[in-house]
């Protein structure tokens, strides 16, 4: 949407003048790749060989269907709705205070954006949310939205985890535990563009790990590990902000970099929380530190190097780590299981391990020096 919102910046100081009543005015905006990537994105097929004008009739006629507009908006959180429900209150263009509140329904077509300040959504459109706003809808919308949000931690906790780890999730805000077939169906419903995962064979597998079945070797290391399972609140924080807010080791390397690494004053939260992501997936320090330069960091002395390495170390054992199946490093010293606020993970497949594996509990070691040599003695 470069066209559109290229425009929009463009426009911006006459913003009260335009003249935007219909999704159809604001995909005139559009180049006709945009519209066709929107279409893609809700899986709308059958508009081969139109033209562009053409391709706004279609795209707007099919956009606004019952089925596609509640496919979509049950698919949004409370604070999305609530976000949405307080541009339609203001009737007209509405200048806005947090872009990504809004991230999901730009990219899904069913707004306009003028530069990052003004949000616009087309009379059309609240006519057609209008009509889902009942009761029934929001309750659907809660429990599909918190599902999707479930599949995203898991992603962000283990990378692959069987789908009953997601209902044990699940049960925590709504008592209820769904069946692995309903899991599967209820996801039919959501478009792909909202979520990063796949389920195979009951399992929940990050996109990332797909490429040469990493997720298995990613399972080998994990070992025997339980699952550690987030409560609702950090599920919540996490999906809002993209990171795990309650670190006491993030809080304090961002206040360090707030106030002591000169010209990151502005950008420390965004650059830590990126940081801690990154830890979470694996990376090293020397990763970190790659990070840090890549956002115009420099560390001046040695002082300041010993700091920030300590700094780093503190992230690292109080970070969610992938490896340990969302279990912070800290967390795993004297771990007794019977304290832990985890679910064992059960095998969904047997899997054959070679001598030359390594060891599916995590030790580091080969199969054939570790447990396969007790087992086979």
């Known amino acids: 949407m470069k066209a559109y919102q290229l425009l929009a910046e463009k426009e911006t100081p006459n913003i009260l003048e335009q003249n935007i009543h219909s999704l159809r005015d604001i995909y005139q905006c559009y180049t006709k790749q945009d519209i066709i990537e929107i279409l893609k994105m809700h899986g709308i097929k059958g508009y081969s060989g139109y033209t562009k004008s053409d391709l706004v009739i279609y795209a ?75 009761k029934a809808f929001h309750k659907k919308r809660q429990y599909r939205s918190f599902l999707i949000d479930c599949f995203q931690i898991a992603g962000v906790l283990y990378g692959v985890a069987p789908l009953f780890i997601i209902s044990k999730i699940f049960h925590q805000k709504f008592g209820i535990e769904l069946t692995q077939e309903q899991i599967i169906e209820e996801m039919k419903e959501v478009p792909e563009f909202l979520y990063d995962f796949i389920i195979s064979k009951n399992l929940c597998i990050h996109s990332s790990l797909l490429e040469g079945e ?121 771990l007794r299981r019977r304290e832990a606020n985890i679910v064992e993970f059960k095998k969904i497949k047997e899997r054959k391990i070679y001598p030359n594996d390594l060891c599916p509990c995590g030790s580091g070691r080969k199969f054939k020096d570790c447990c396969g040599r007790k087992r086979k003695s």
């Open 60 to 134: 707007v006629k099919n956009l606004l269907k019952p089925e596609i507009i509640e496919r979509f908006f049950t698919c949004l959180r409370d604070d999305e709705i609530e976000a949405f429900q307080d541009v339609i209150k203001a009737k007209g263009i509405y200048k806005i205070d947090d872009v990504a509140l809004y991230g999901r329904i730009l990219d899904a077509g069913y707004c306009g954006f003028y530069g990052l300040e003004f949000i616009d959504i087309p009379e059309d459109v609240i006519e057609a949310y209008k009509q889902l706003d009942r």
């Open 214 to 334: 990493v997720y298995k070797y990613l399972q080998l290391y994990q070992g025997n590990r339980g699952f550690y399972i987030p409560s609702v609140e950090e599920i919540e924080t996490y999906v809002k902000y993209g990171y795990f807010v309650d670190s006491e080791a993030l809080k304090e390397f961002t206040l360090y970099m707030k106030t002591e690494m000169k010209g990151f004053e502005g950008i420390a939260e965004m650059a830590v929380a990126l940081i801690q992501q990154a830890i979470g997936f694996g990376c090293q320090t020397e990763d970190v530190y790659d990070i840090l330069k890549q956002h115009g960091v420099e560390i001046i002395n040695e002082k300041q190097r010993r700091r920030v390495t300590k700094l780093i170390k503190n992230l690292c054992e109080d970070t969610r780590l992938i490896i340990n199946r969302g279990h912070k490093q800290k967390e795993l010293k004297g």
